[in-house]
């Protein structure tokens, strides 16, 4: 099988990342594509009572050219919140027994040529885990005693949030796979979507597919009268396939998180 | 294992504006202008495409380069949409099925037309289409078919009208399609070129391009289709005697292959190489608008060369560039063709 670009199956697009650029945010991201594809997010942080709060994340989607209610902005925006939902380690966010912080994520696709799902949840985990929250210098145990948290004045000593727990902190990401035939491509680009025969969407979280996993017509601008029902032997094909290769994924963004703070320079560019 | 994904960190442009380029000496030699740039302020000229007039003064409405014919001075877009010219060789895309004609995208600012006049049907060439010819449109051309075509005549709203009368136009297949910038094409003889490699392309000048396995009957002399001895036969009169329409099809092979066959839907078996080089000449062909060199014949072959060395990750942005600078080197060696 020879993918239009030569990619071997399992071989993503390239990419060109920058972070931290955003001042008035705590994390930001932005990843460009070859294809024109582009996106920026942005983490906010708020302090908030855990108990009058549903969720700790909220995320928000915007596609331009696209309306907030349009198909493929709410898919995205639901993906994603549910894929964080249930994978994102919550632990960290906690501050105190009452409090904790709660983020906002603000995802703005600029362009996109392809169906943006990864490109904004590979953005979202670069934001994510460069998301720098101020240092807590109150008592974290306010069981007894309600006391309002206090943080450190010091931007200079704020942490990561990847560093506010022990455990390896690592938010989930969405990959795009397609099935034609018998073949199952990671990534597929705007010329492939619209050949597929079928897409899977599949949430990837601590080395292992997880949920959400969905199928859904990637070339939702066109009518593409390809479209088939799946077969099931794709769909553990697939996961087979994530499981054996994503986890590279982490690698190479976790590398490129590490030249940008040998190299902090708060531009974009 | 090969890499799964390769990230970099945007390449910081260490270009700096110089004051050179600011200087009117610039300008002149280079002509190229900004939007509402004053071009001019001499009366004297005539404002052509891309210009408008305030009081005396020419002023520029896009971003290109001045050309000068004569008196009249017009702007050419650095970038933008095609405007069809007649005779151009353009690819395009089917998006609607009509009363007698198609709608085609050529990428200009409108959809081009096709009369179902200005298309060869199966069952010769020279006969009237009827109405069961209408009711059959969408078996010849349907909705997103790729086909090229040459510009036949462009109306005075700027619509471009297609025709498919010749064997080298009409419906494509066996091969893959991209765009480039429009800005990359130059006009030329002839646009459909066979390449090392089993490849031929198709390269519209509005800047779409077909990339397709070579057709063996196409790619070999007339007589080809005749069977070895009877060519053998017929070999030396064939040299000899006049005959009409030489060098392009006979009519007699025209009606022989407008068969239902010109408009199948079905590709042939393409082997694994050729699939291969087809994706290669893609990777090419993203290159040389990566870094905006113009496409030719000799470039793509050049470039398809340079990069049957580069195994792995040929859409590498790094590789890119590595192919452009090697075309280049390459070409002021062989004396800047």
């Not at chain 1, 727990?165 to 969405?174: A, E, T, V, Y």
Request: glycine share 8%; hydrophobic share 35%; charged share 25%.
């Amino acid at each position: 099988m020879y993918r239009p670009d030569l990619r071997s199956p399992h071989q993503f697009r390239l990419l060109e990342a920058k972070t931290g650029f955003l001042p008035g945010s705590n994390g930001s991201a932005r990843i460009r594509m070859t294809d024109g594809g582009e996106c920026i997010v942005s983490v906010k942080s708020k302090v908030v009572q855990r108990a009058q709060e549903s969720n700790l994340i909220e995320v928000d989607v915007d596609i331009s050219g696209l309306r907030d209610d349009s198909n493929l902005v709410t898919n995205i925006k639901y993906n994603l919140t549910t894929l964080l939902l249930q994978s994102f380690p919550f632990k960290c966010l906690h501050l105190t027994s009452r409090y904790s912080y709660k983020l906002y994520i603000d995802c703005i696709v600029i362009s996109h040529a392809s169906y943006p799902v990864t490109l904004v949840s590979l953005t979202t985990y670069l934001a994510l885990k460069t998301t720098r929250l101020p240092l807590l210098v109150s008592e974290t145990n306010d069981q007894d005693i309600e006391e309002l948290p206090t943080f450190s004045d010091d931007w200079d000593d704020s942490k990561l949030l990847a560093h506010m727990s022990d455990i390896q902190f690592r938010p989930p990401i969405l990959i795009t796979i397609g099935v034609v035939g018998s073949n199952i491509l990671l990534d597929p680009s705007t010329e492939e979507e619209q050949v597929l025969d079928n897409a899977i969407i599949a949430g990837f979280a601590d080395d292992a597919v997880t949920t959400p996993i969905i199928n859904m017509n990637l070339a939702y601008n066109s009518n593409n009268t390809q479209f088939k029902g799946l077969d099931n032997k794709a769909i553990t094909e697939s996961i087979a396939l994530c499981n054996k290769y994503c986890g590279a994924l982490f690698k190479a963004l976790d590398d490129l998180i590490d030249q940008d703070e040998d190299d902090i320079d708060g531009s974009i560019f | 294992m090969d890499s799964v994904i390769t990230i970099t960190r945007p390449v910081k442009s260490d270009y700096e504006f110089d004051d050179e380029f600011e200087s009117e000496d610039f300008k002149k030699e280079e002509g190229i202008v900004t939007p509402g740039e004053l071009v001019t302020d001499d009366p004297v000229w005539m404002k052509g495409h891309g210009t408008y007039f305030v009081g005396d003064s020419l002023y520029s409405s896009v971003a290109g380069q001045v050309s000068r014919v004569n008196r009249l001075l017009s702007v050419v877009p650095l970038r933008g949409r095609y405007a069809p010219e007649t005779g151009d060789h353009v690819v395009g895309r089917i998006t609607e099925v009509g009363s007698k004609r198609w709608k085609v995208d050529i990428g200009g600012k409108q959809d081009a037309i096709l009369m179902l006049g200005s298309v060869n049907l199966p069952g010769g060439v020279l006969r009237r289409k009827s109405e069961l010819d209408e009711l059959a449109m969408r078996s010849f051309l349907k909705e997103g078919d790729l086909l090229n075509a040459e510009v036949q005549s462009v109306y005075a709203s700027g619509v471009a009208s297609l025709h498919t009368r010749s064997l080298k136009y009409g419906k494509l297949r066996n091969g893959m399609f991209t765009k480039v910038p429009l800005g990359l094409i130059v006009k030329s003889k002839n646009h459909s070129w066979d390449m090392p490699g089993n490849v031929s392309t198709i390269v519209g000048v509005n800047g779409y391009i077909w990339l397709y396995q070579t057709n063996p009957t196409t790619a070999a002399p007339i007589g080809h289709m005749l069977g070895k001895t009877q060519a053998m036969v017929e070999g030396a009169s064939k040299h000899t005697s006049y005959q009409p329409g030489q060098g392009s099809v006979l009519i007699t092979r025209l009606e022989e292959e407008s068969s239902w066959e010109i408009y199948s839907d079905k590709n042939d078996i393409i082997n694994s190489r050729v699939r291969n080089n087809i994706a290669r000449y893609y990777n090419v062909l993203q290159a040389l608008s990566h870094s905006e060199l113009g496409i030719n014949q000799s470039r793509m072959i050049m470039g398809y060369e340079i990069s049957l060395t580069y195994e792995e990750e040929p859409s590498d942005m790094n590789v890119k560039e590595l192919i452009c600078q090697e075309i280049l080197r390459m070409e002021t060696m062989r004396g800047g063709q």
